[in-house]
């Protein structure tokens, strides 16, 4: 802890990512209607925020609310289209991709927010049209992520995003109440 600050619980406020040993049916399920009510979640929380609020970081150091969203739209193109290439490839390696330096990109400070946010609900809805379409065996496939040098199943992957959308909004939601404490 640092002059009083919990950085651990402030870059996650609602926990690391912890993969159930059996991913059920149940998880699944949750997991879908989260990847499906994101886009609406998302922009009742940022569509009438101001370019001040916009600005405003979750905790020292941290991105700012617009940087959260653009990034979000950056990682969910990025994660449908891995799950694409493993229901069409055997195994696919997939490309990782430097998503701190692309939130420094100009894109990722503009303060028009509108873009990013019509890319989530499209990229959610083309997302949750193919997941509620998958087989059993579907689920089971593999893609290999280079970084983390070990296979991943879309079923996994499903539950990541699950919790990469709940993460990014608390952190959204952490910044709005914070104020501007960290600016």
Known sequence: MKNNIDIEKLKFPIG?????????????????????????????????????????????????IKQVIHHLADSHMNALIRIKLTLTEDAPVIRPYEEALW??????????????????????ERWSHLLENLSENDWNKMYFHPEHQRLFSIKEAVGIYDWHCRHHLAHIEQALSLKGTFN
Request: one cysteine or more; aromatic letters at 12%.
């Open 16 to 64: 690391r990512f912890v993969c159930p040993p059996e991913i059920s049916a149940k998880n699944l399920e949750y997991w879908k209607a989260t990847l499906k009510a994101f886009p609406k979640e998302l922009k009742a929380v940022t569509e009438n925020l101001s370019v001040t609020e916009l600005n405003w970081t979750y905790r020292p150091e941290g991105w700012k």
């Open 103 to 124: 939130a420094e990109l100009p894109d990722g400070f503009e303060n028009n927010i509108h873009s990013s946010l019509k890319i989530i609900e499209g990229v959610h």
